[in-house]
């Protein structure tokens, strides 16, 4: 399965639900993710992101890792977003920040 990772996080630019064939991106207060249920590998979504948080799961950077199960876990918990909306407030100013996992909504 695709993942997304700490790079979303107050951002949400929310491009990548755009594009999924199955539906599979969830929405929490200011993160998405995918369920790895869901997600077929299509890779259509990864490009989307202006924020280059969307990895195939074998290519998660190391110091990504634990989004690997953030993902399975806050999907079950999330609603499904199937629409792009508006990014967040002060997304183009929170790309690219390093260490947002301490802002992670859930
Ligand atoms: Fe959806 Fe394809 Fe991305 Fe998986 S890889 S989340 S199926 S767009
Ligand atoms: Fe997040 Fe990128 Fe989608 S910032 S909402 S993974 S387009």
Redesign the pocket.
Known sequence: AFV?TE??IK???????DVCPVDC?HEGPN??VIDPDECIDCTL?EP????N??FAEDEVPDDQQQFIALNAELSKKWPSITEVKD?LPE?DDWNGKENKIQYLEK
């Open positions: 997304v790079n979303c951002c949400k630019f929310t491009d990548c639900v991106f993160f998405l979504c989307e992101c202006p924020a948080a969307i990014a997304a």
